[in-house]
């Protein structure tokens, strides 16, 4: 059937209708483009950590490490271990070299006096004089040779503005002067990801960091020649002491990579939604599209039918025009995902996450799924609207015809309500059950829901957004809005695609909203004094404890507490801890004692909720192994409800400080003396920091802002990332209007013949766009907000709709209308008169 | 399916042919137990007022749309009988359409819609043929033309020679003068004419204008679905004088 000539009959017909093609092509493209990059991006953060960890090992046949871990977080360090093991490794046979290594919390400042800033952990360590063993290598300067002689890598040198010969601090809580000498690389890069990593002598860490006995970190060991890593890890377990354990070089990196892994992986999938998104959107999109085309062809499919084609011919046309949109926009798509990764990875570092990303990979895998993907998804768009022109019977040709369906239908309206009331019912299910499955499955109904019912409801919707039009703008107003309701299918078409992409919107807007309005209503419920400390959003900074001693001597300050955090495991489980002194914390934060009492230094106290997991009481026995391998058994003495600052465990300092070295304080609570100068406070405050990195001395209302800031940047990129869906959905919307406008030539040159004038022409464009925006905006909205309620409902989160953000989210669907009928609008108002009268 | 030459077989006939549309009450019975025939080599008008069945004659006849009772030949075929992957095939290898209007498929030259019902099946065009429909109907200087490019009368021309490019056992031409001026009105008639007197074929065609009908061969007039008159000879006067009488409009 299909012959050359054929084939050539379908080259000439799209050709012949590249215009109305290239609408469906861009939307194809953007959404494919996007997908590549997020996978694109994925790969490359992939690599560039794997090629981290492939680094830091790589000279390392052995490490001797403590064997307890107490945090999944990727990075952290594990407890001490007895120096001896040191020089027991080095006598056993195999062993080439073996060093200690030796480290611990080291906070640089820079030319600024303030801690260099950074994302990722903040290291000091000893230089470790093996090359092979050393993953970083100096390039610049020279190894430190003194105790008071540091080398600093590379990325935390030139944040901090630091030269060689430059004397700086290093806090290791304490203020260590000292001179910087060298500048170290990690392999190829400025460092090992975000790590800020500052090196001592042994000896300069053992007299500033670890000062005191010969406890280590770790021991790292390179085997001789011909002695496996296996081998040399067998022989040197007899020999270690008790808690510690041996580990090779290749299992290490191994472990390493799945800890990252886990987070990589939650962080592709989140990419590969937003993708997802831009790409079921563009797929209404070009939906639409092609049920408009089929319809304003039905004549030339029917002349086809009376002068012989058959069925399958017809299907096959319309198939071909669906492949070869799918083809040429999935072929560019990858190519511009490419960019989009670049674009992507710039947003992510706009939003203050730079990400782990050395140059682009472009791995089989991405290809492999998008391409498919934007192939597939273009050929499914296009399928109903191609059998359906397969059916046109060659009678059409010589009938004037309805170019499409008429109103909804009635099993439509049937089908339709019975999924809707499901849906409905299955979200609020699910948020009153607090089942995310549930209320996911509900979600993903509502977008069939809006498939099947769309058409039903778009001629009332259309008509009411389309009132105000109809009102006050006179004729065209009036046209506008009867244009759009008289297809409800192509109106719902467009507009479907837009309510996705603001569903989407809205829905992580009443999320991040209701999210940073619990953690908002916790902080401030629980802390009601006037200025705060703060160490910043890293979790791995801090300061020296003995800031909040300090402040509480001032004589403007009544009370100040202190509160570090660290990670123990109770039970089984790793958790987190926070450390303070219980009973001055309980004087700056309420923190809602519902059992028990927090009135000495020696407390241990739990949240309700971790009470209440765990089926705890005042009294009951918690047990608890630290970083270093000991275990210690505490007995809850208070249990507290408000959970927002102390977290679930509140352990005092004295016994933290018996396992752990070095401990930092994130924030200090200060409650002022009734009568006292905040402004003066502040400024004394100020003052008294700057020795110790100068950590941020905050108010009441900026602390709490503080605490949803990344909040922020993460909505930031959100936003950012679904903009491509809204974008993809105008595209569609600008793209129904200028086949309406095509399809209504006659018409348009008609109310020019009687005497509307361009203006006017324009005008009633652009209105029937705005009523179309409106429409799918407000669904949007409202879907938006039924689901984020579920969501946070089902999360147990407070419910809060931002007005203002939601606000800003119609005018900006409103105004997208606008800038969807520019073209349009421009074309149909120039079309003269005449012509469009002798159109054919 | 026998593939008889259009040389050796043609025209269309057909017996009893009833069709309604709707059902109980509200049933209209547009044809009412027509016979007719359209003979081999022969040009035939179908004429009668608005609503008499014309175009539901033509399209039973051509296979577009179905009988409600009655049967259709075209050929030896009977139609009823067959599927719609056949009918496909009988209108792309053994019909030929000239419309109205809306003949011609837009974005391909007058070349390629001449030879779209072969593209459509696939088969090699008959060269020689081609070149003598291209000849009579004058159009070897528009064949690289697409349709936006040609005259109406140019248009319909290119339709008529599509429609004789497979050398079909009948033509169906509907009102095809009724979007032209007068003079390319009769030069597409004089045309019709010629392909039955010289390219032996075999033409029917629905029309209002009794001067158009005058180049019949005969006339059958239609009303109320059923066959009144059959015209043989007509001239305008006659064709004019009967349709008055029928209480046509024109």
């Known amino acids: ?840 | 399916m026998p593939t008889t030459g259009a040389a050796t077989a043609g025209g269309a006939r057909t017996a009893g042919l009833a069709k309604v549309y709707g059902s109980g009450d509200t049933a209209v019975r547009a044809l009412d137990g027509v016979s007719v025939e359209f003979p081999r080599g022969r040009f035939t008008a179908i004429m009668g007022p608005s609503g008499a069945g014309k175009s539901t004659l033509m399209h039973c006849v051509a296979g577009l749309d179905s009988a409600t009772s009655g049967q259709v030949f075209v050929g030896d075929e009977e139609l009823g009988a067959l599927s719609d992957r056949q009918l496909t095939k009988l209108r792309r290898e053994r019909i030929g359409f000239v419309f109205q209007a809306f003949n011609l498929i837009p974005t391909l030259t007058a070349r390629e819609n001449i030879l779209l019902p072969m593209t459509l099946a696939g088969t090699k065009p008959d060269q020689e043929w081609l070149g003598s429909i291209v000849r009579v109907l004058g159009l070897g200087d528009r064949l690289g033309h697409r349709p936006s490019e040609l005259s109406g009368g140019q248009q319909q021309r290119v339709a008529l020679a599509r429609a004789l490019a497979t050398r079909p056992q009948i033509i169906f031409a509907d009102e095809p003068t009724g979007n032209l001026d007068s003079r390319s009105g009769a030069e597409v008639l004089r045309l019709l004419r010629e392909a039955v007197d010289e390219l032996r074929q075999t033409v029917a065609m629905v029309t209002h204008d009794p001067v158009a009908a005058a180049h019949a061969d005969a006339v059958i007039f239609l009303a109320d679905g059923q066959v009144v008159d059959i015209m043989t000879g007509p001239t305008p006067a006659r064709v004019l004088d009967r349709m008055g009488e029928l209480g046509g409009t024109s």
């Open chain 1, 1 to 840: 059937m299909t012959g050359p000539a054929f084939t050539g009959l379908i080259v000439k017909e799209l050709w012949g209708h590249r215009r109305r093609l290239a609408g469906s092509l861009v939307a194809v493209f953007l959404g494919v483009a996007f997908l590549t990059g997020t996978l694109v991006l994925g790969d490359t953060m992939a690599k560039s950590i794997d090629r981290f960890f492939a680094n830091a090992y790589a000279g390392t046949d052995v490490t001797v490490r403590n064997a307890t871990t107490v945090t999944d977080m990727p990075g952290q360090l594990r407890g001490e271990i007895d120096g001896s093991a040191v020089d027991r490794v080095r006598a056993v046979a195999g062993v080439a070299v073996a060093e200690p290594v030796v480290q611990g919390s080291g906070q640089v400042l820079g030319v600024d006096g303030k801690i260099i800033e950074s994302d990722g952990p903040r290291i000091a360590g000893n230089w470790i004089t093996d090359p092979e063993l050393n993953a970083y290598q100096i390039v610049e300067g020279r190894a430190p040779r003194t105790p008071d002689e540091v080398v600093i890598n590379r990325a935390t040198a030139d944040r901090g503005k630091l030269k060689i010969g430059d004397r700086t601090v290093v806090l290791t809580p304490q203020r260590v002067p000292v001179t910087l000498v060298g500048i170290t690389k990690f392999g190829e890069d400025d460092g090992f990801g975000d790590t800020s990593f500052t090196a001592f002598t042994l000896e300069g860490m053992r007299k500033h960091v670890i000062p005191g006995d010969d406890k280590v970190t770790a021991v790292t060991i390179r085997a001789a020649s011909g002695v496996s890593q296996e081998t040399l890890t067998e022989r040197i377990r007899p020999v270690l002491p008790p808690g510690a354990e041996a580990v090779t070089g290749e299992e290490l990196a191994a472990q390493d990579r799945e800890r990252v892994d886990q987070f990589l992986g939650i962080f592709r999938t989140a990419l590969a939604a937003f993708g997802g998104v831009a790409l079921l959107v563009a797929a209404f999109s070009i939906h639409n599209t092609f049920a408009i085309t089929v319809a304003q062809r039905t004549r030339e499919s029917a002349l086809l039918r009376v002068v012989g084609a058959s069925r399958r011919q017809i299907l096959t046309l319309v198939s071909a025009e669906a492949v070869a949109i799918g083809a040429i926009a999935t072929v560019a798509g990858l190519a511009g995902g490419i960019g989009c990764a670049a674009l992507l990875k710039l947003l992510f570092a706009s939003f203050g996450m730079g990400l782990v990303a050395q140059g682009l990979v472009i791995s089989l895998g991405t290809l492999l799924i998008a391409a498919p993907v934007g192939l597939v998804v273009t050929l499914l768009s296009a399928l109903g609207p191609a059998l359906r022109a397969a059916k046109v019977p060659p009678l059409a040709a010589l009938r004037e015809v309805a170019a499409e369906r008429p109103g909804p239908s009635d099993s439509r309206i049937v089908i339709g309500s019975v999924l809707a009331a499901v849906a409905v019912g299955g979200i609020v299910w699910g948020a009153l059950t607090e089942s995310m499955t549930m209320a996911g499955a509900g979600a993903v109904m509502c977008l069939i829901v809006m498939v099947v019912l769309g058409p039903v409801v778009a001629r009332p919707a259309a008509m009411i957004a389309g009132a105000p039009a109809a009102r006050w703008r006179g004729v065209p107003g009036v046209l506008a809005r009867d244009n759009a309701t008289r297809s409800p299918r192509r109106t719902a078409g467009a507009a479907t695609a837009l309510m996705v992409g603001v569903g989407v919107v809205t829905l992580m807007t009443v999320f991040a909203g209701s999210l940073r309005a619990s953690v908002e209503d916790g902080v401030a419920g629980s802390f009601h004094g006037a200025l705060v400390v703060n160490a910043g959003s890293n979790e791995r900074g801090g300061y020296n404890p003995r800031v909040a001693d300090e402040v509480a001597r001032l004589p403007q300050v009544e009370n100040a507490a202190g509160l570090g955090q660290g990670a123990v495991r109770v039970g089984s489980d790793n958790a987190d801890v926070r450390i303070a002194d219980p009973a001055r914390l309980g004087k700056v934060l309420a923190l809602d004692v519902a059992a028990g009492s927090l009135a000495t230094a020696d407390t241990f106290a739990v949240s309700q909720d971790a009470a209440d997991d765990h089926r705890w009481r005042v009294g009951s026995p918690v047990p608890v192994t630290f970083a270093d391998g000991s275990k210690q058994t505490f007995t809850i003495g208070a249990i507290y409800r408000n959970d927002d600052v102390a977290g679930d465990y509140l352990m005092p300092r004295t016994a933290w400080s018996a396992h752990n070295r070095q401990a930092l304080d994130r924030v200090t609570f200060i409650e002022l003396k009734p009568g006292a100068s905040a402004a003066d406070a502040h400024k004394a405050i100020e003052a008294l920091v700057k020795p110790y990195g100068t950590p941020e001395v905050q108010d009441r209302d900026a602390y709490i802002a503080s605490q949803s800031e990344e909040m922020n940047a993460f909505l930031g990129i959100v936003y950012a990332m679904l903009a491509l869906a809204i974008i993809i959905a105008l595209l569609g919307i600008a793209n129904t209007l200028a086949l309406s406008v095509h399809e209504r030539t006659r018409e348009l040159g008609l109310l020019r013949a009687v005497g509307a004038t361009r203006g006017q022409v324009r005008s009633m464009v652009r209105w029937e766009s705005v009523i179309v925006a409106l429409f799918g905006t407000a669904g949007g909205i409202g879907l938006g907000i039924l689901l984020g309620w579920a969501l946070t409902r089902a999360l147990g989160n407070p419910f809060a709709a931002e007005t203002l953000a939601l606000s800003i989210i119609a005018l900006v669907g409103a105004l997208a209308g606008i800038l969807a009928a520019i073209r349009p609008a421009r074309r149909a108002s120039r079309l003269a008169a005449l012509t469009a009268i002798a159109a054919p």
